[in-house]
């Protein structure tokens, strides 16, 4: 069965990883298996570690390095982004119940499928985002939008990630 795939959208530092981090950890703690997809948009990031047999392998022409401890498994790929489509990423998750996607803008701001979270630190943010994103399951982040009189509800997800993962249980219809 595909997972159910909400976005957290928002600009820098308006709680999009803590939202996802408690997200994660109420959903978790309800016997979900959640992915967390993160794009990181910072120019020549590798996750792999300079010096490092799997650093070598890419350096000597490795394409994918594959790397398997007691507990984890990892694979680098070593290939251009620009290419990769979000179902690429959603096959990757197969198994779980729920992705949780940070970023990704191009890919969920406008698909339909995927509802979002947004993050925001102003009224104007929240305004912003009501006119480019859809659809908007809630509202987080360090700014209440209670005064906006939308019908998207505010939820702290740093006070209450308890309320929020009920909203996407209940919108999502998830099953456990």
Not at 6 to 25: F, H
Not at 51 to 60: F, H, I, S, V
Not at 87 to 110: P, R, S, Y
Request: glycine fraction near 4%; charge should be positive; proline fraction near 6%.
């Amino acid at each position: 069965m595909k997972p159910k795939t909400i976005a957290v959208i928002g600009t820098k530092k308006t709680g999009k990883t803590t939202t996802i981090e408690n997200l994660t950890r109420e959903l978790t703690k309800r016997g979900y298996k959640v992915a967390a997809i993160k794009h990181i948009n910072e120019p020549n990031f590798t996750i792999d570690t300079p010096g490092k047999d799997t650093w070598k392998y890419a350096q000597a022409g490795a394409k994918t390095i594959i790397t398997i401890a007691d507990n984890e498994t990892a694979t680098i790929q070593k290939t251009p982004t620009e290419n990769i489509t979000l179902n690429t990423l959603l096959k990757k998750c197969t198994g779980n119940d729920i992705v949780l996607i940070e970023g990704l803008k191009k890919h969920t701001a406008t698909n339909k499928n995927i509802p979002k979270i947004v993050t925001t630190k102003t009224t104007e943010q929240a305004t912003h985002a009501l006119q480019k994103y859809t659809p908007i399951l809630a509202f987080s982040g360090p700014n209440p939008t209670n005064t906006l009189n939308r019908k998207i509800p505010y939820i702290d997800a740093t006070k209450n990630p308890q309320q929020l993962a009920t909203l996407i249980e209940n919108k999502l219809q998830l099953k456990k």
